[in-house]
T-cell receptor, first 112, second 116 residues
Framework: RKEVEQDPGPFNVPEGATVAFNCTYS??????FFWYRQDCRKEPKLLMS???SGNEDGRFTAQLNRASQYISLLIRDSKLSDSATYLC?????????????FGSGTRLQVQP | SQTIHQWPATLVQPVGSPLSLECTVE??????LYWYRQAAGRGLQLLFY??????ISSEVPQNLSASRPQDRQFILSSKKLLLSDSGFYLC???????????????FGQGTRLTVV
């Protein structure tokens, strides 16, 4: 089982739509959670951190469910510029690995 | 502000040739440094991470090695490249792990390596 699993998509949605991505992680000792955005042939960039209480940044809302071991990203009022691959990122602390573990990403295509 | 530089942006190398990719960070001290690889259409695979000078941890057995000769310099090397080494190599840094939780990582622009 992968440590971080995401639906690869693609999610094809019209402009203005609301779309949600889920991500599951295997290690209950995970401590830190993030969503990154990666444009085609570019480096990943931090979109937002995910806090236990959930957090919102403009049209983006992130949620964490520790009991079920998943995090989600909700994008409201999708824009063409939201088209990208969204990477779920988790930090596993009990392995001693001091690095982030990335999911394979979910591709979003927003269509006019 | 902090910046990370990675070069070259693209590289085409023949099988069996050596490799050296360099990454430097500015504007911060004692960063954690990372090398990731992303194969075409795949996720990011952690190759190496470093918490200090000459302190390198390898995540997967492979044809590559890493070195950190200075606090803000991280180098990825290979003595003889394989076809399977092709991919998008990304250097990243994060604030030194505080012992509580890892912070977010910031990436360089990446090196697209094609081994032919």
């Amino acid at each position: 089982r992968k440590e971080v699993e995401q639906d690869p998509g693609p999610f094809n949605v019209p402009e203005g739509a609301t779309v949600a991505f889920n991500c599951t992680y295997s290690n209950s000792a995970s401590q830190s959670f993030f969503w990154y955005r990666q444009d085609c042939r570019k480096e990943p960039k931090l979109l937002m951190s995910v806090y236990s209480s959930g957090n919102e940044d403009g049209r983006f809302t992130a949620q964490l469910n520790r009991a079920s071991q998943y995090i989600s990203l909700l994008i409201r009022d999708s824009k063409l510029s939201d088209s990208a691959t969204y990477l779920c990122v988790v930090s596993f602390m009990d392995t001693g690995r001091r690095a982030l573990t990335f999911g394979s990403g979910t591709r979003l295509q927003v269509q006019p | 502000s902090q910046t990370i530089h990675q070069w070259p942006a693209t590289l085409v190398q023949p099988v069996g040739s050596p490799l050296s990719l360099e990454c430097t960070v500015e504007g911060t001290s004692n960063p954690n440094l990372y090398w990731y690889r992303q194969a075409a259409g795949r996720g990011l695979q952690l190759l190496f991470y470093s918490i200090g000078i000459d302190q390198i941890s390898s995540e997967v057995p492979q044809n590559l090695s890493a070195s950190r000769p200075q606090d803000r310099q991280f180098i990825l090397s290979s003595k003889k490249l394989l076809l399977s080494d092709s991919g998008f190599y990304l250097c990243a840094w994060s604030v030194r792990w505080s012992g509580v939780q890892n912070t977010e990582a910031f990436f360089g622009q990446g090196t697209r390596l094609t081994v032919v």
